[in-house]
């Protein structure tokens, strides 16, 4: 039943953001850009933090891994952007599970910080010009526009549609990973690690697994948001861009993916309702995630776990 | 070598910040299991109510310059301990009980609202302290020309770090705060009134964080609204290093944090000088999780 709601939910979305380029001007259409990249962050973050409960507030390093690769091979190599996107993934992956190797084993808030200390060191690297092809603290610029059979997305209503695309693609395979042996693996992996390594869970090697698949994602995410602005710098994957994230996931719902895409839009997208304030967005920010710890600590949206009910035994007797 | 000594000086006088700072960290730490992400931020208000008083009142002018700083730190002590009590209070005793996330998340919050009070409040420029609050000597020490602030900041982070020592390893109620960090549960049975340990601890730590606030406006000459961050992980890196919930370790893990950076960023390089103390943060975490002096086997490491 709520999963069929859920279902009419998504489609009912989906035919009002399809309309939505119609209605609003372009600096709105440009907001809900920004929401879509930012929901495709935050449910690749939703995979590390939310199902497999490690705590990754380091994720904009993983996002920056993406956005410079994509912007690399467009700029030096002259790949069309989106043919570099998978490659972008792979990298930041592949970057994820190389650094996650040594450190995943710790447990917590100590892995919170040793990823925030991660994130750091990217950015500084980043600032500092590594391998002389990062373009030091003025980024990369001169991005080509992505182009789809041919034709060239250029404004902010075509931008719309791809990313937009690309979001319901990804709340579409989320939702089967999710409910796959994976995904059910992460949630009780998250749930009691000692019971899951003792049901032949291995632990690492799923963690790891969570780690590199939303990395990749996000590196994804990142060639796409390069692509968008044609100019990157280090400044946009600061250690608050990572804060940012770790926000929407737990106030929109861990675990949830109609919830994280509800953060999205709450925590990017209602700012801009409040321009007036835009100094004291932070502010607001900051207490929120406070009351909401005391007052809801689940989020607005959690996820709903499927019960087992009498009616269900009922069904299955019936041959 | 003349470099040599110099960097090291900086390095100690920079490490007895960072470790004054930790000792916050370690303490809440050891009572609450907590990390206290908000301690950075209550170091920045430090440096900031430190300004405003000295501005205002104009102690030094008044009091002299000694007498006038020694009266300012305490005032800035007493207040910053006080946010860090109201912090207690407000944002972790609910949580009390909750998972470790939910304390997490909160503990961040409260750091995101600080800061983005004090910009709000003073504005997102640097503030500059005003000049010859002390006098800017400089003592000649072994051939060395080092300034008379290095030497207060060193002296002073050591006395209070003394301080803290004794009172936590002499005094009753510092066996009682020993207590609470080794067995909670056990020490309420013991009489230990364990909610007034925790807020003495949120008094103690945060106004030793205030004084580092206070002392980095008086060696440096500007603050910014979000330098505790920096300096609050930095601090828990030596806090880790150290061995976190350890005193002494907190101190050892500071000034060799301040030495390390200081001389990583001379002779290897500068513009790599903030990577150096996350560097040593994941090599401790992976090589050695308890820290150089941390006997206790963190659970949950």
Redesign the interface.
Known sequence: MAKRRLFWAYVLAAAVLAAAPLLLDAYWVDVLNSVGLYALLALSLNLILGDAGL?NMGHAAFYAVGAYTGAILNTQLGVPILWALPVAGLVAALFAALVAR??IH?????L???T???G??VR??L??NVFGLTGGANGIFGIARPSLFGYRVRRPQEFFYLIWAFVALTVMLFNRLEQSRFGRALNYLREDEVAAEGSGINTVRYKLMAFALGAGWAGMAGSLYAAKMTIISPESFS?WES?VL?LIV?LGGSGSIPGVIAGAALVVGLPELFRKFA??R??V??????I???VR?QGLFPLRRPRFREADLDREAVP | MEQFFQQLTNGLAVGGIYALIALGYTMVYGVLKLINFAHGDLFTYGAYLGLTLLVSLLLQDRLGSVVGVLVLAAMVMGLVGLIGVILERSAYRPLRTSPRLSAVVSALGASIFLQNALMLIYGARYQVYPENVLPQAAVSLFGLNIPLMRIVVVLVSLIMMAALYLFVQKTKTGTAIRAAAIDQGAARLMGIDVDRVIRLVFLIGPALGGAAGLLVGLYYGQVNFTMGWIYGMKAFTAAILGGIGNIPGAMVGGLLLGVIEALGAAYLSIAWKDAIAFVVLILILIIRPTGLLGERVAEKV
Do not use: K
């Not at chain 1, 710790?106 to 100590?110: A, M, S």
């Not at chain 1, 920010?285 to 406070?290: A, E, N, Q």
């Open positions: 705590f040594p450190v710790l447990r917590g808030d100590y919170l910080i040793v925030v200390g991660m750091e060191i500084i690297a600032v500092n250690f804060v770790f737990i100094s004291a932070m502010l920010f900051g207490l929120v995630m406070m909401m710890m005391i600590p």
